[in-house]
């Protein structure tokens, strides 16, 4: 062909929407990195040290902790056939994209689905799944921690023990969560969980971080059928990810070294200060568009400090704001999905992207741009409410 | 975690197994290119550059060429499950390991497969097939066109025209041949094809491309049930990928990058260049490590320029030689799977590594390690052979 496309060489953009958020400069420096073979004597101790990392960052003992070799909707998809055979009874909550998006998994993979719904931005109470429990008999209940459509962060630890005292399976979507507040895999008992790499962990999409306690690990490798997915199938990737190492598909060398130094990252911070770190960037954010007069979409008391949905207000052009901090400043947010298309703006506060910074730079920016639209507010009052937010936390 | 793994620091190989192979510097460059949305307007006109690109290398003019986010396995599972519904009859070409795990694949879609076989490292003739097709009337027919496992390389133009005749479509694994040997699309008639990006590509794996005709593409559009797959449905895919832009999932944007500079590369040489590099430097080859007595798996006259299969010599220790390549050289060489492990060494000259100074590397590397096992050869006879082969084509 002729002429031949240019270089990439793209536009530098602040990264807060829904993700991908902010990459780490270290990430992108370990992904350019050489190449080895998947089956590298090197490359097999970089997976045990990522494996170990993801571990820590789960905070989970669990022995089937790996990345699966693509982006987080296929974590999600790896965990629900691999636990689900045709006809298996699952209850997915839904109260947004990520929960409907997991009931269609599940249909897929021959699941009886019984879906619990909240409204959106709303999250779950153990009593809103007491009777599909005892109607359903799941072996398996789904739920999403960080639900990226809405804001909304759902607790997870009353309703976990609720679903091991109904003898299910629970299987948790932390796509968004993890690495930015606390995900105890191990201590809420959570027997299979599933992220990407592109919102906390500051590392581009490509990898989706997994993990199976024994209980799960034990319906998996005791199924009565094959995993419908070759590519996904657990008790395959197993052998490679275990002590035998056998070859199961070529991995995605680089997209693991830049995981591998985004976990260095983390934790080189501590998990603690890093989720101290979002939870104050997040106050600073809902002071300063509150002084603004821009209120949140989630349940107050359940927002996710990494995913501000924030509601458009009242005669303002949502996509000309949007249009106007990616052009005039290169700055990402997210629009609505679904139910909240044109009504809900998602602020990404995540991984390296959760700075101060970003916080007062995207104030500043929608400020101007508020203001070009006769929005009624005091203008300079959003950055002068994060600052004091500042100066309160130090 | 304390203490923590030391940064990513691999050692430098050259990569001259079965995948993946020496990457392009410039490839690396561009994956550590900052990263933007999978909705930014510029990733919007890299995936255009990418599909257009792409369709010159499968020359085809298929509106359906994409990536799938995932590594070439995920190809040809993507692939398998858009065509086949439950119960759909699919015959399978085996004389590999590729066209075993097509059929496993195949088998967890509820495909009825019909497995055609011949002994590992010949290819299937036009004959072979007929009784199978009049016998399954098969919707599909899966055949692998470079088999990595044995270095043989599939003729298809005329199996493609029975396949045709049969009514069925012709579902071509590509994985290996791609940017290697010409891969015509759209004059063979191919109706689905995958590749990977970590072959002849010269760029780390973690995507997988795919071309869909009209043809499988209205097979697709007008199946009875959903896809298996959610991750990869080329129903909601389309959606993304083509003028649409319907968010999916979050595209490896990084990864797209680096294939998109992948593909300048190979055609900034040209296709035809390309291909003429491979076939020399597979003469070459095959010239030196004849003189030194080692001989090819694959049938005579179908031999892969890029995947040399070669038997071991009789008596010579075959995880010595690859360890003393690797630690003594850095080269690394891919062993025999299945039925040729131990008997059989996959020999890589795949994209950028297809070049003289990989050629005379192994075949000195080789004189060495051969000679110290006792192996009864002409020392220098092999480079020397080679040398011959290269001056004779100038």
């Given at each position: 062909m002729s002429p031949l496309p240019a270089a990439v060489c793209p536009p530098v953009r602040v990264l807060m929407g829904p993700g991908p958020s902010d990459i780490h400069p270290r990430v992108l420096r370990a992904m350019s990195a050489n190449t080895v073979g998947h089956l590298d004597p090197y490359y097999l101790r970089v997976m045990d040290e990522m494996q170990a990392m993801l571990r820590t960052l789960f905070r989970t003992e669990n022995r089937m902790t790996m990345a699966i070799s693509a982006t987080g909707s296929a974590g999600m998809e790896a965990t629900v056939v691999n636990l689900i055979e045709p006809g298996d009874s699952m209850i997915v909550c839904k109260n947004g994209v990520f929960g409907m998006r997991m009931a269609d998994v599940a249909e897929r993979a021959g699941a009886q689905v019984t879906c619990v719904e909240r409204p959106w931005g709303e999250v779950f109470t153990p009593g809103d799944l007491k009777d599909a429990l005892a109607k359903a008999k799941p072996k398996v209940v789904g739920i999403v921690m960080a639900e990226t459509s809405t804001g909304a962060w759902q607790p997870l630890e009353e309703i976990a023990t609720l679903v091991h005292d109904a003898g299910a399976l629970l299987l948790v979507d932390a796509v968004?969560?993890?690495?930015?507040?606390?995900?105890?895999?191990?201590?809420?008992?959570?027997?299979?969980?599933?992220?990407?790499?592109?919102?906390?962990?500051?590392?581009?999409?490509?990898?989706?971080?997994?993990?199976?306690?024994?209980?799960?690990?034990?319906?998996?490798?005791?199924?009565?059928?094959?995993?419908?997915?070759?590519?996904?199938?657990?008790?395959?990737?197993?052998?490679?990810?275990?002590?035998?190492?056998?070859?199961?598909?070529?991995?995605?060398?680089?997209?693991?070294?830049?995981?591998?130094?985004?976990?260095?990252?983390?934790?080189?911070?501590?998990?603690?200060?890093?989720?101290?770190?979002?939870?104050?960037?997040?106050?600073?954010?809902?002071?300063?568009?509150?002084?603004?007069?821009?209120?949140?979409?989630?349940?107050?008391?359940?927002?996710?400090?990494?995913?501000?949905?924030?509601?458009?207000?009242?005669?303002?052009?949502?996509?000309?704001?949007?249009?106007?901090?990616?052009?005039?400043?290169?700055?990402?947010?997210?629009?609505?999905?679904?139910?909240?298309?044109?009504?809900?703006?998602?602020?990404?506060?995540?991984?390296?992207?959760?700075?101060?910074?970003?916080?007062?730079?995207?104030?500043?920016?929608?400020?101007?741009?508020?203001?070009?639209?006769?929005?009624?507010?005091?203008?300079?009052?959003?950055?002068?409410?994060?600052?004091?937010?500042y100066r309160a936390a130090t």
């Open positions: 968004t969560s993890l690495g930015g507040v606390p995900v105890e895999v191990d201590a809420w008992g959570i027997d299979a969980i599933y992220s990407g790499t592109q919102k906390c962990l500051s590392c581009p999409p490509g990898l989706a971080p997994v993990s199976f306690n024994d209980r799960a690990l034990d319906v998996v490798m005791n199924r009565k059928t094959k995993v419908q997915s070759w590519y996904l199938d657990v008790t395959m990737l197993a052998n490679y990810w275990g002590s035998d190492r056998v070859y199961h598909h070529t991995a995605p060398i680089n997209m693991t070294y830049g995981l591998h130094e985004a976990l260095r990252v983390i934790l080189e911070e501590g998990l603690e200060a890093c989720f101290a770190r979002h939870a104050l960037n997040h106050q600073a954010l809902k002071a300063g568009l509150s002084a603004m007069g821009i209120g949140f979409a989630a349940q107050e008391g359940h927002q996710l400090p990494m995913l501000n949905a924030v509601t458009v207000p009242e005669g303002i052009d949502d996509a000309a704001v949007r249009g106007g901090l990616l052009n005039n400043f290169g700055i990402e947010i997210g629009a609505g999905l679904g139910a909240f298309k044109g009504k809900v703006w998602r602020i990404g506060l995540m991984g390296h992207a959760s700075r101060a910074n970003n916080v007062l730079l995207l104030l500043g920016a929608l400020d101007e741009l508020l203001a070009e639209q006769g929005h009624k507010f005091d203008s300079g009052a959003g950055v002068a409410a994060a600052s004091q937010a």
